[in-house]
């Protein structure tokens, strides 16, 4: 009898780690891959559409969580429409964070460690403004939010910033030893991420998101390369995951619900994937983090800690707003 209950005991163990780690990868569905982060140009393009008409005014009401409702703190919030944005009660540091690390390209990066912001003055910090700006033709919110709203900040507030790359700590994917044991990609097991939506198989996911199993015995990435699942472990771990494995090609990739070694898993599940940056970025200490290293392990590859390159955002210049 004794050990039965030892039995059923670590398999209950088991199964609220496993759901743990199929919850944190499910999260990811919302996320997808998207492409290694790349510096956004200074300003936009000759043929980059730009705000015709812009108001920048200093916010009032907006208090401690005032004013207009919805956003960031302090009552930051706002709306858009192809014909308008918005803005209410926001500091110009979040109004570069918006347009040069959330909508860079005029897509929206998904959430995930933040490209770490230096230099200018206090007051961007402090200072709060609205700003309405109407575009001269219809716009997606993406497009106004990313590389319209950086040309409207280095016209009105004189943005001018730099990249930097620095050394910072990552994760190193390499081949463990006896090599990997990825699985070719199957067709019809994903649909490719630029699909249109009307065109898009009903009961299939997008190509190089995470999938929780049906049997509750881990998670799948369908149709991913490596490098791509590189940058899906990257949002869910304490560091960016750089690939060294030098393998080439199209995969399924199967995340196996990890073993415990019979001591008691304290694994919190992942907050709500409506927050700003929602998953746990788990270190090798944590749970769910020795839980993510052993399942990558099973598919024939390593997590190493190492150096690696890091996308540093520097502002040279910011002044307060020109007048209407």
Do not use: T
């Given at each position: 009898m004794t050990s039965r209950v030892a039995v059923s005991l670590n398999l209950a163990k088991k199964a609220a780690l496993a759901n743990a780690v199929t919850a944190t990868l499910a999260a990811l569905i919302v996320v997808g891959i998207i492409s290694a982060p790349s510096a956004p140009a200074q300003s936009a393009a000759a043929a980059m559409p730009k705000f015709?008409?812009?108001s920048v005014k200093p916010s009032t009401g907006c208090g401690d969580g005032g004013g207009a409702?919805?956003?960031r703190g302090g009552g930051a919030g706002g709306s858009s429409s192809p014909e308008r944005l918005d803005l209410r009660c926001r500091t110009v540091m979040d109004l570069i964070q918006m347009a040069y690390v959330q909508y860079p390209d005029g897509k929206r990066k998904p959430p995930?460690?933040?490209v770490p912001i230096s230099g200018g003055p206090a007051w961007i910090n402090s200072a709060?403004?609205?700003i309405e700006a109407k575009p001269g033709a219809p716009q997606s919110p993406e497009m106004m939010r990313g590389p319209m709203l950086q040309a409207l900040l280095e016209d009105r507030f004189q943005v001018k910033i730099h990249h930097e790359t620095r050394g910072v700590p990552v994760y190193a994917l390499t081949v463990a030893k006896g090599?990997?044991?990825l699985q070719v990609a199957q067709e019809g097991k994903c649909f490719p991420r630029d699909t249109p939506r009307a065109q898009r198989p009903p009961g299939l996911l997008s190509c190089g998101v995470f999938a929780p199993s049906s049997t509750n015995d881990g998670?799948?990435?369908y149709g991913t390369t490596v490098a791509e699942f590189c940058v899906l472990l990257s949002f869910i771990l304490d560091r960016d995951v750089i690939d060294k494995t030098g393998i080439a090609g199209?995969?399924?990739?199967h995340i196996e619900a990890p073993s415990t070694d019979g001591s008691p898993a304290d694994v919190a599940p992942p907050a709500d994937p409506g927050q700003r940056d929602p998953l746990p970025h788990a270190s090798l200490t944590d749970p769910l983090g020795q839980a993510i290293?052993?399942?990558v392990q099973k598919v024939g590859l390593n997590l190493d800690p190492a150096k690696g390159p890091g996308d540093f955002l520097v502002i040279d210049r910011v002044e307060r707003p020109s007048g209407n």
């Open positions: 015709e008409v812009v409702k919805g956003g995930g460690r933040q709060r403004y609205d090599g990997p044991k998670s799948y990435v199209v995969f399924d990739i290293f052993s399942a």
